[in-house]
């Protein structure tokens, strides 16, 4: 058997045979057109608005978080700047399809040196001038296999318009090449729980009818797996199924301490699956996914709006709302538009706020203003806090709006180390796993180069994890998890064992984890999070927990 290694999007595991993904269309070659420009550009109009629609049509089917991608999409077809591009291309003698297709390539090269959230949406510009290509051409959208039986897909990277429609009968999971974490292709893919591992090293290897196991929760692929192998594959899949169609129960250890498990939140839309899926509230609200596209920065009323559709879904319930968190992965362009050459290390979270301390008022205005008419329980929390002085700052001021609590998030190493002064003026931490673990081991979280190094097992990561617990212990105040970390089962357990109060995920994580908590106590959770903080790596770690863990369940039996 042999082991690609990718990054997996949420815990699932699955088998079965290989379909790959039909290749890209070549590219047109750049010849002068025959036609006229003006025959040139309405093909080419033509061809673009039946994309446009076809997309928005796929939207209104698939409904959801791909709707918003889809029609994204298709304004990204017709957006006018591209239209002129293309034009002008046109214009200079080219074909439609040369000049759609050097007209999107030059747009994508301008978002890809944009990096983070927006250097990932550019692979979905090469879908959707595939599309218009292949209209012109007169021939189908590259699309997706069926070769007449359930099967696991595999691409290079998948187009948002072909992961919406995926029929999930047929398709058992899917391996990308290409995509990082936060691709459409793994929002999707984590929305629909479809078994996914993206930015898989050697994919491109994998031959049709070739079986395989897609291991989202350990990232990898086996390919051509052992009887032994897929009979546990076949084990754990079970158990992930007994674990969702369990009832619904407050989040708890076996021994009945309560630990609340709460949604991670980017939009108030997605409160209603949430609260459906169990969420006793939410643990992190990532106020600037709402304005990711912004370029002024939102208004009191636009943002009280917000705020208010959020907090009625979880009333008596506490919603944790993070303040603008700008920079890297994120963003803001009405905060800090200024180029950085390292920006995960700039002018970035509670910093940019405090350097544009008009931006924090009005957001914190809003929220004051969305909290006394609604039932929730807010509590408000800056993101990258990496001194005691902005803790200070920033708790100080959240309550100059009559916001009764007020905490900051661990995600940088030297507000672990000091969590105890941190936690002295804050009402509560809450600790981000994500960026924590790309700032102790260096690794921007970004970076498929780099992505073996971005591992919340790490027992450095670990170790400041348990500073924050031991503070919160100390100080009688709540320390959350609200960082990727908390939706691998054992790892929540883990963190549990080092003093984590409530745990923070997406909800479609819930389940799992809710089930892998109601079997250990908290004396159990103690010792499985020692055995994994004396181990000297990530997969040490990992293995010394699930030795421990062993134990722990025989010595229950
Ligand atoms: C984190 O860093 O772990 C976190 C929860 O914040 P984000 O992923 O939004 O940076
Ligand atoms: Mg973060």
Not at 51 to 79: C, F, H, I
Not at 419 to 430: G, K, T
Request: aromatic share 4%; with cysteine.
């Amino acid at each position: 058997m042999t082991e690609l290694k990718g990054v997996g999007i949420g815990l699932g595991v699955a088998q079965g045979p290989v379909a790959r993904m039909a290749d890209p269309l070549p590219a047109p070659k750049d010849t002068s057109s025959e036609l006229s420009a003006d025959e040139e550009t309405s093909r080419v109009k033509e061809a673009v608005s039946a994309v446009a629609r076809e997309l928005e049509s796929r939207g209104e089917r698939a409904g959801g978080a791909a709707r918003d991608v889809l029609e994204a999409q298709a304004m990204m077809v017709e957006d006018p700047t591209l239209e002129e591009e293309v034009n002008a291309r046109i214009a200079a003698g080219k074909t439609g399809e040369f000049a759609v297709h050097d007209a999107f390539a030059s747009f994508r090269e301008t978002l890809t040196a944009m990096g983070g959230y927006l250097g990932e949406r550019a692979a979905d510009l090469d879908d959707v001038a595939q599309r218009v290509i292949a209209h012109l051409r007169g021939l189908p959208a590259p699309g997706v296999p069926d070769p007449g039986h359930p099967f696991i897909l595999v691409a290079k990277d998948l187009a948002p318009a072909d992961t919406a429609l995926l029929d999930l009968d047929k398709v058992l999971g899917l391996v990308t090449s290409d995509g990082g974490p936060t691709s459409h292709t793994a929002i999707l893919a984590r929305e629909k729980s479809i078994v996914a591992v993206v930015g898989v090293a050697g994919a491109e290897s994998l031959s049709d009818g070739q079986e395989i196991i897609v291991d989202a929760a350990g990232g990898l692929v086996a390919v051509d797996p052992t009887q032994e192998e897929l009979d546990a594959a076949a084990k754990r899949a079970a158990e992930r199924a007994a674990a969702a169609a369990a009832p619904i129960t407050p989040g708890a250890l076996a021994d009945g301490t309560a630990v609340p498990l709460l949604a991670n939140l980017g939009k108030p839309s997605a409160a209603a699956e949430a609260v459906e899926l169990g969420a006793e509230g939410v643990g992190l609200f990532r106020t600037e996914f709402i304005f990711l596209s912004s370029t002024d920065a939102p208004s009191v009323e636009e943002q009280r709006e917000q705020y208010i559709e959020l907090l009625k879904a979880f009333p008596g319930k506490k919603v944790v709302a993070r303040v603008l968190d700008a920079g890297a992965d994120k963003p803001l362009a009405f905060v800090n538009d200024a180029h950085e050459d390292n920006p995960a290390l700039g002018l970035r979270g509670l910093r940019a706020l405090q350097a544009n301390e008009q931006i924090l008022r009005d957001q914190l205005t809003a929220l004051s203003e969305a909290n006394t008419q609604t039932e929730a329980e807010l509590w408000v929390m800056a993101p990258m806090v990496s001194t005691v002085a902005e803790a200070e700052y920033f708790v100080r001021i959240a309550k100059e709006y009559d916001l009764p609590v007020a905490g900051v998030m661990v995600e940088v190493p030297s507000s672990a180390l000091l969590a105890e002064r941190i936690l002295e003026v804050s009402d509560f931490a809450s600790i981000g796993t994500n960026d924590l673990t790309q700032y102790t081991l260096a690794a921007d979280r970004l970076l498929g180069s780099v992505a073996s190094f971005q591992d919340p097992w790490h027992p450095a990561v670990l170790r400041l994890i348990r500073e924050v617990g031991a503070a919160g212990e100390k100080l009688g105040k709540p320390v959350g998890i609200c960082g990727e970390a908390a939706a691998d089962p054992l790892l929540a357990v883990v963190l549990v064992g080092l003093g984590a109060t409530s745990l923070s995920m997406a909800p479609t994580a819930l389940a799992d984890v809710r089930a892998t908590l109601l079997t250990y106590t908290a004396d159990d959770a103690r010792r499985i999070a020692h055995a994994a903080l004396t181990a000297g790596d990530a997969t040490g770690a990992r293995t010394a927990a699930q030795q421990a863990a062993t134990r722990e369940k025989e010595t229950q039996s």
